[in-house]
């Protein structure tokens, strides 16, 4: 969904202005604020201004790339002739060349929709600009040759490499794949990575991958341990590497060497081999980078280090928000830093308490299992342990061990469960067949609380550990759910718990009272009965998959919910979610605490309607699956 503009700043002087007001309007105005007031005041005289009565054209079909207006007073109308659809815009919002979406450039006309004035920006001004100031440009993302995407050299302080999120990882190669046969002599292997210094090659044996080696390879298996320097170099080499296909987005690879630390990937064009990335390549000389990031949370050896280094994540968001980054990849993004901070508490747990005496999987439940965390979120997490657990021998280890990790998270900014659902307590740190008759309670006999602990103990995701434990629980947990009519009718009652606060003729209800009196709540109101109804649908289809987009995608085929409707949910949970980070977003810049609070004054007019839209796909698709209860569908 295009956005026309977010900048909307409703202290601006609703009288008509003269020239010498354009530098308090520039002053006041979230966007160009940005700039000190040296350059405001050299950029004011460069707006034009023009007066208009109501129903003057203002700019034709066609013709809103020529010229930026920002509506000093009055109002006006973007309006597709064609469509017969139009837009309101008030004083403070902006449009044409770089804030009105690029494909309505050519099919929007401008027209005074009340008597107004217009200051007026040449293309060139702002494209000029934007290039020199590069704070300025991450909110004109449609503006040619200055996008996030194309901003990202001259903006070395935003954190992270602004198109990663959409590149092919092929645009990040920068030569040919160093290769050598694997029965090359470790020696010579090194002699040729000094002369060519590169940092890894690939061994090939008939044109396929064999393995990979690195410098850390070299460090840690040559010289540590004294091997004969004669030997094969596949003798040290990672064997059967994680690939990357060269077409996939850059986003993916580096999801993939966070959640794994590794900083060397081979790329393959089919079978053929591409080339090879590293992590400076993905994210050089960004410090907030999450490839960056995590490897250096996985260096820490306490905690200490850990607290300084999560402490970057809200900055993470801030710089994702920045870069336009879609909510889906965000909540992945952050969430693989939560995974990192949790491994390598985990880490350093063993490493105090030595190892553990029988298998165990640490699993995330909640936003984390389902991959949608922002900066501002609480643990929700549990522990399954093998079946040879014996609390009399293995207790204390276990229980110290949890609380290590629980406390250390809480120390990182992950605050402890409000409701205890941690694997420090004692419930939540079982056996397997324990968690096995838990979910078999929960599912045969759904009381409230059993409803309760099923939305959160439902949604999980393995850290770390024996994977194992948690796959054949969830197995028999999706086969003892799907098709379990009492069930189902008890988690659809729940699911409507939640409803979007639209009123009797289709407004957008505010929080009448309270701390957050006047704002909408997006989380409880929007996004948490999105992740609701996925679930619902994922356990009566017997879905495994465990984030939400993917839940509604997977669900379609199902027969749960149409294809239209499981897009219509998609669409609406990431306009929802991208709302709440970049407000998120905005509040942490501004140095206050992230809420999931918005004042509508916030949004434009076209953002507005884009939420009461989303508010009404929720609100409908409820109605649809209440509907179907009632009539004992289940």
């Given at each position: 969904m295009g956005v026309f503009s977010p900048w909307f700043h409703p202290a601006m002087n609703p009288e008509t202005p003269t020239t010498t007001s354009v530098l308090p309007a520039l002053t006041s105005h979230r966007v160009w604020n940005q700039l000190d007031p040296a350059a405001l005041a050299q950029l004011a005289p460069q707006w034009q201004l023009e007066t208009a009565e109501v129903g003057t054209p203002l700019l034709p079909q066609g013709r809103l790339h020529s010229r930026t207006g920002l509506i000093l007073s009055g109002a006006v109308d973007l309006h597709d002739p064609d469509l017969d659809m139009a837009v309101h815009l008030q004083a403070g919002e902006m449009f044409g060349f770089g804030a009105t979406p690029a494909q309505h450039l050519t099919t929007w006309q401008a027209t005074a929709a009340t008597d107004c004035c217009i200051a007026w920006l040449a293309p060139e001004t702002l494209s000029a600009l934007c290039r020199d100031h590069s704070a300025l440009a991450y909110f004109f993302p449609s503006l040619p040759g200055t996008s996030q995407a194309g901003n990202a050299t001259h903006a070395p302080d935003s954190g992270v490499h602004l198109n990663l999120l959409?590149?092919?990882?092929?645009?990040?190669?920068?030569?040919?794949?160093?290769?050598?046969?694997?029965?090359?002599?470790?020696?010579?292997?090194?002699?040729?990575?000094?002369?060519?210094?590169?940092?890894?090659?690939?061994?090939?044996?008939?044109?396929?991958?064999?393995?990979?080696?690195?410098?850390?390879?070299?460090?840690?298996?040559?010289?540590?341990?004294?091997?004969?320097?004669?030997?094969?170099?596949?003798?040290?080499?990672?064997?059967?590497?994680?690939?990357?296909?060269?077409?996939?987005?850059?986003?993916?690879?580096?999801?993939?060497?966070?959640?794994?630390?590794?900083?060397?990937?081979?790329?393959?064009?089919?079978?053929?081999?591409?080339?090879?990335?590293?992590?400076?390549?993905?994210?050089?000389?960004?410090?907030?980078?999450?490839?960056?990031?995590?490897?250096?949370?996985?260096?820490?050896?306490?905690?200490?280090?850990?607290?300084?280094?999560?402490?970057?994540v809200r900055q993470l968001q801030q710089h994702l928000a920045a870069a336009d980054a879609s909510a889906y990849s965000t909540g992945h993004i952050i969430t693989t830093i939560t995974d990192a901070v949790t491994t390598r508490l985990i880490h350093l747990a063993e490493a105090e308490l030595g190892p553990p005496p029988v298998d165990y999987v640490w699993v995330a439940a909640g936003s984390q299992a389902r991959s949608e965390q922002t900066a501002r979120t609480d643990q929700d997490n549990c522990l399954v342990l093998d079946d040879r657990y014996d609390e009399?021998?293995?207790?204390?280890?276990?229980?110290?061990?949890?609380?290590?990790?629980?406390?250390?998270?809480?120390?990182?900014?992950?605050?402890?469960?409000?409701?205890?659902?941690?694997?420090?307590?004692?419930?939540?740190?079982?056996?397997?067949?324990?968690?096995?008759?838990?979910?078999?309670?929960?599912?045969?006999?759904?009381?409230?609380?059993?409803?309760?602990?099923?939305?959160?103990?439902?949604?999980?995701?393995?850290?770390?550990?024996?994977?194992?434990?948690?796959?054949?629980?969830?197995?028999?947990?999706?086969?003892?759910?799907?098709?379990?009519?009492?069930?189902?009718?008890?988690?659809?009652?729940?699911?409507?718990?939640?409803?979007?606060?639209?009123?009797?003729?289709?407004?957008?209800?505010?929080?009448?009272?309270?701390?957050?009196?006047?704002?909408?709540?997006?989380k409880h109101s929007g996004i948490v009965p999105i992740v609701d109804l996925a679930r619902v649908y994922a356990l009566a289809g017997g879905v495994a998959a465990v984030n939400t987009h993917d839940r509604l995608e997977q669900v379609a085929h199902t027969g749960e919910v149409s294809e239209q409707s499981a897009r219509d949910l998609r669409d609406a949970l990431e306009f929802l979610s991208k709302l709440r980070i970049d407000h998120q977003a905005r509040q942490m810049t501004q140095g206050h605490k992230p809420d999931n609070f918005l004042a509508l004054e916030e949004l434009s007019n076209f953002e507005r309607s884009h939420l009461k839209e989303a508010f009404s796909v929720v609100q409908t698709l409820q109605g649809v699956l209440g509907q179907r209860y009632q009539a004992g569908r289940y």
């Open positions: 959409g590149t092919p990882v092929r645009s990040l190669i920068k030569r040919e794949p160093i290769t050598l046969p694997p029965g090359t002599s470790i020696q010579a292997a090194a002699r040729k990575m000094s002369d060519l210094r590169v940092s890894s090659v690939l061994l090939v044996e008939q044109d396929h991958l064999f393995g990979l080696v690195t410098d850390r390879d070299l460090r840690n298996r040559v010289v540590a341990q004294g091997l004969d320097i004669a030997r094969p170099v596949s003798d040290i080499a990672t064997l059967a590497p994680l690939t990357m296909q060269a077409q996939s987005p850059a986003f993916e690879a580096l999801l993939l060497m966070a959640r794994h630390n590794i900083h060397h990937m081979p790329v393959l064009d089919g079978t053929r081999i591409a080339g090879m990335i590293t992590a400076t390549d993905l994210a050089e000389q960004h410090s907030t980078s999450p490839v960056y990031l995590a490897g250096d949370i996985y260096k820490q050896p306490s905690l200490q280090g850990l607290v300084q280094a999560s402490s970057r009399a021998r293995h207790g204390e280890y276990f229980r110290a061990f949890s609380r290590f990790v629980c406390d250390g998270l809480d120390a990182c900014g992950y605050v402890h469960c409000p409701g205890e659902m941690m694997a420090m307590t004692d419930k939540w740190r079982q056996p397997r067949q324990r968690w096995s008759e838990y979910f078999r309670q929960w599912v045969d006999k759904p009381e409230p609380m059993a409803l309760m602990l099923t939305c959160v103990f439902f949604d999980l995701r393995a850290v770390h550990g024996k994977l194992e434990l948690l796959d054949s629980l969830r197995q028999e947990v999706l086969a003892r759910t799907r098709g379990h009519s009492l069930f189902l009718a008890h988690m659809v009652g729940n699911a409507l718990k939640h409803r979007p606060p639209l009123g009797l003729f289709g407004t957008i209800s505010r929080i009448r009272g309270g701390d957050n009196a006047g704002t909408v709540d997006l």
